[in-house]
């Protein structure tokens, strides 16, 4: 029987209503600013940017930062609430085709392409008040700020970054002058945006397969055919493969057209958007078909060099995905950090459970790997503008890297994220459920795992031989740390030359290609877990990063017995550092990189 309630507390009870028990649900990070928040971001953007950027953009990253934790970040939770609508046909019967967003999705809009210009940022001055363009890290670390909150929108913005890239490298003067004053706008009045449909129904991954054609006619190329896959469908200028009439079959006859949206007297150019996708994830963003009934198209670069040429896009956004599997895995962090300091089972918050603690380092782990490999690509990628041949070449092989294995990240990451939560993670009122929908594209579009291993296995090391030059970074990285154990560097010096070993064995037998996933993971974990040593050993650093690093050895690059207890006395010691609140100083942490 329970006592009779007094009149006071009857009184309090009516009082609190149904907000009775709230204060039981674990907070979110509504409200938060991801950029102040991300020690692990702040601390890498000052070991790749020059002092004077770095302090002229970090007014930008801390205003996108709040945003991303606050308006962006409503608009993203209702933009994936209402997804866009397509209209075949206007109300006179016109083949008209236009596809309706939700005002969320335009106010997301005017904040990536009229306030920070993403799509231009990294092409012309006049971008977030600098002289110049971005640097890569620049561009990258924005982009991973602005996906914390909303990953659909980044398909367009990037591809409309790509797009322009591959315009201003390959196409005629003539086709420059017309596109990329419209391209580089920030006039949503006025901009065109771009996009890129390769995948076709005979073919995603066998792109030579493809069967749209390309016919000169009176001087002017028209296209027929069926793309399957068109995300930004209503983009205003596509990029896509088609092969010209007579050209041979597979991917040597291939070649990259540039599809307008509109014809220059204003009219629709002849090809329709057939449907919408309905899709699993990135629900915000317009996924399509479309068919092409003779439209009108300008032939980009050399007729037999299309796939090439594509490749730069693709590999563009290949860099792209994995920063925004990282930008998504962060948000995943965050989320489960501020669960399981605030909710309370058993008596105690939950992050004091041994148990929830390994979990939350398998969620904490591949974002902090995530992250210090899209910040040393995105660096390569500098380098390589500036004419480093070797960052050229360490590019070309922590592109794929990345991709493939921080997308595969996510999948668990976010999951994990969600299951930290509990039952509300699994409710579609908290971000989880999208996090958790968003992140299984990553595994498929700009190459699936296997089409990412098999060109880090085939490619970058087969041919290019791009893992030694990256190895040749990795050992100048591990000898300059020298404030970390030089016992913990001579191990990860053992497992980064083993990791070099099984790669070429297995690109040198194709009786091995099975093992292709394998060898990405591993080349992926070793730079990683160097990377983070190197950053780990800066002044004034946050050592957490060495722990992590020596997770990734033991974790993912030795041994373990199954029918042995896993975490070691280090480990127990290491998450309950990790966890703290604290600055953590690399004294402290010394000895467990021994241990
Ligand atoms: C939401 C969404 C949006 C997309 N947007 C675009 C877009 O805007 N533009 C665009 O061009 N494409 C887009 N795509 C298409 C995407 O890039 C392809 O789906 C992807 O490349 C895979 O191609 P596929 O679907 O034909 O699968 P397939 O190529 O048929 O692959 C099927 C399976 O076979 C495996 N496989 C294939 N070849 C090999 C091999 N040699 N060895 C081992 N395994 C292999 C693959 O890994 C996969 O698991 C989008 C896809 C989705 C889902």
């Not at 308006?71 to 397509?86: Q, S």
């Not at 057209?257 to 994830?281: C, M, Q, S, W």
């Not at 920063?323 to 004091?352: P, Q, S």
Request: hydrophobic fraction near 45%; proline fraction near 4%; aromatic fraction near 6%.
């Amino acid at each position: 029987m329970h006592a009779p309630q007094s009149p006071a507390s009857l009184d309090q009870a009516k009082a609190q209503g149904s907000n009775r028990g709230a204060d039981h649900i674990a907070p979110d990070c509504a409200g938060q600013n991801f950029y102040a928040i991300d020690r692990g971001l702040r601390d890498l953007l000052r070991i790749y940017l020059e002092p004077n950027h770095l302090r002229q953009l970090e007014p930008h990253f801390d205003r996108l930062g709040a945003l991303a934790g606050g308006r962006l970040d409503e608009l993203a939770r209702t933009a994936d609430k209402h997804p866009p609508v397509l209209n075949a046909r206007d109300r006179f019967g016109r083949d008209e085709d236009w596809i309706d967003y939700h005002s969320s999705y335009r106010e997301m809009e005017a904040i990536a392409f009229g306030d920070f210009q993403f799509h231009a940022m990294s092409h012309r001055a006049g971008t977030l008040d600098m002289d110049r363009p971005l640097p890569a890290v620049a561009k990258y670390a924005l982009q991973y700020l602005f996906v914390q909150a909303e990953f659909g929108l980044m398909c367009p913005i990037s591809v409309t970054d790509t797009s322009i890239h591959l315009i201003r490298k390959f196409a005629s003067a003539e086709l420059k002058d017309y596109l990329l004053p419209k391209m580089l706008s920030a006039d949503a009045a006025t901009q065109w945006k771009g996009t890129q449909f390769m995948t076709e129904r005979a073919g995603g991954s066998d792109v030579g397969a493809i069967e749209t054609t390309a016919s000169c006619e009176d001087g002017v190329w028209r296209l027929y055919g069926d793309k399957w896959f068109c995300s930004h469908a209503d983009a205003d200028v596509a990029l896509l493969l088609a092969r010209p009439e007579g050209a041979p079959p597979g991917t040597k006859g291939l070649a990259l057209f540039a599809l307008p949206r509109r014809l220059k007297d204003g009219r629709r150019n002849t090809y329709r958007i057939v449907r919408l996708k309905d899709k699993l994830g990135t629900r915000s963003m317009a996924s399509g078909e479309i068919r092409l009934e003779g439209a009108v198209a300008y032939l980009v670069g050399e007729a037999d060099q299309g796939l090439k040429q594509m490749m730069e896009q693709v590999n563009l956004s290949r860099l792209s995905h994995g920063v925004r599997a990282a930008a998504m895995m962060r948000r995943c962090v965050n989320e489960a950090m501020v669960c399981a300091r605030n909710r309370v089972a058993f008596g105690k918050t939950v992050i004091e459970y041994p148990l929830l603690r390994r979990q939350l380092l398998k969620i904490a782990v591949p974002s902090e790997q995530a992250l210090s490999m899209f910040l040393f690509a995105a660096d390569a990628m500098d380098r390589a503008h500036a004419g480093s041949q070797e960052a050229e070449s360490t590019l070309r092989i922590l592109t794929p890297l990345l991709k493939f294995r921080a997308c595969r990240d996510n999948i668990p990451v976010a999951t994990g994220a969600m299951e930290v939560r509990g039952g509300n993670g699994y409710i579609e009122e908290w971000v989880q459920p999208r996090l958790v929908r968003d992140a299984h594209i990553g595994v498929l579009w700009e190459g699936t795992s296997n089409i990412n291993a098999l060109d880090i296995v085939t490619r970058a090391v087969g041919k290019s031989r791009a893992h030694r030059t990256l190895a040749g970074e990795l050992q100048k990285l591990l000898d300059e740390a020298t404030p970390i154990p030089a016992a913990f560097r001579n191990r990860l010096r053992v497992a980064l030359e083993r990791t070099l070993v099984f790669a070429e064995r297995v690109a040198a037998e194709l009786a091995l290609e099975a093992s292709a996933r394998q060898v990405a993971s591993c080349l992926y974990h070793v730079t990683s877990s160097i990377l983070m040593i190197r950053e780990a050993a800066q002044p004034e650093a946050d050592a957490r990063r060495a722990l992590y690093a020596r997770f990734v050895l033991e974790h993912r690059l030795s041994a373990q017995d199954p029918l042995e207890p896993s975490p070691g006395d280090w480990e127990r010691e290491a998450a309950e550092i990790i966890f703290s609140e604290r600055q953590v100083a690399l004294a402290e942490i010394a000895g467990l990189l021994d241990s």
